[in-house]
Nanobody
Framework: QLQLVESGGGLVQPGGSLRLSCAASGFTLNAYAVGWFRQAPGKEREAVSC????????NSANSVKGRFTISRDNAKNTVYLQMNSLNHEATAVYYCAARKKGFGICSLGGSEYDYWGQGTQVTVSS
């Protein structure tokens, strides 16, 4: 069974950092582009960052550029999202997703993704 599992969420103070992980089971994640998305209460889902099969090709939303870094460890079948300088606007459920099509190129469009995890809660609060 194909499955994505996010972890690493939690409560953090403003200005703090968290590293989210997206682990795959049942398939080889390194053959897929992967995206991170988030949804805050009462808001639509928004793209955060994505990484292509070629790990050097990434893209991020303007709101997180310079603060969030996406990376992948193919040996661990895992994609990470390092989040620094967190602010209250980062409070949301974070989801990772894997994209089969697109020749391995990632996209910030959520509709482009085929497999989704259940999400991990990130709360930024003092």
């Amino acid at each position: 069974q194909l499955q994505l599992v996010e972890s690493g969420g939690g409560l953090v103070q403003p200005g703090g950092s968290l590293r989210l992980s997206c682990a795959a089971s049942g398939f080889t994640l390194n053959a897929y582009a992967v995206g991170w998305f988030r949804q805050a209460p009462g808001k639509e889902r928004e793209a955060v960052s994505c990484i292509s099969v070629i790990g050097s090709i990434t893209n991020s939303a303007n709101s997180v550029k310079g603060r969030f870094t996406i990376s992948r460890d193919n040996a661990k079948n895992t994609v990470y999202l390092q989040m620094n300088s967190l602010n209250h606007e980062a409070t949301a459920v974070y989801y990772c997703a894997a994209r089969k099509k697109g020749f391995g190129i990632c996209s910030l469009g959520g509709s482009e993704y085929d497999y989704w995890g259940q999400g991990t809660q990130v709360t930024v609060s003092s």
